[in-house]
């Protein structure tokens, strides 16, 4: 499985960003509604955290405290293709942001970076204040 993420960049805070992870792979393609999919951030000198994800068996999204009401995980219509819509954003969002994926996660298990296996190479999102 190969993730491609996409849609950085540098925003004001306040502004608004679409960031694009798209899967591919054999594995993928033959098990596309068994995957969740998931965005992580890592900022300078801090820990890789979770951001929000989409469960394989629903189209519910699930949402760290701190992006709740402002980022929305939605999937495209080809399933392949997960987005995060990222919204009144602030010079605390500044990260780097990792899409991901798996088969195996467990909701008790989804806000942690371990469950996913594949993970796509990172995108920057730079927020000035």
């Known amino acids: 499985v190969q993730l491609q993420a996409s849609g950085g960049g540098l925003v004001q805070a306040g502004g608004s960003l679409r960031l694009s992870c798209t899967a591919s792979?054999?594995?993928?393609?033959?098990?596309?509604?068994?995957?969740?999919m998931a965005w992580f951030r890592q900022a300078p000198g801090k820990a890789r955290e979770f951001v929000a994800a989409?469960?394989?068996?629903?189209?519910?999204?699930y949402y760290a405290d701190s992006v709740k009401g402002r980022f929305t995980i939605s999937r495209g219509g080809a399933k392949n293709t997960v987005y995060l819509q990222m919204s009144s954003l602030k010079p605390e969002d500044t990260a780097v942001y990792y899409c991901?994926?798996?088969?195996?996660?467990?909701?008790?298990?989804?806000?942690?970076?371990?469950?996913?296996?594949?993970w796509g190479q990172g995108t920057q999102v730079t927020v000035s204040s």
């Open positions: 989409l469960r394989r068996s629903d189209a519910q999204g």
């Open positions: 991901a994926a798996d088969r195996q996660v467990i909701l008790s298990s989804m806000r942690t970076d371990g469950s996913y296996d594949y």
């Open positions: 792979g054999r594995s993928f393609n033959q098990y596309i509604n068994q995957y969740t």
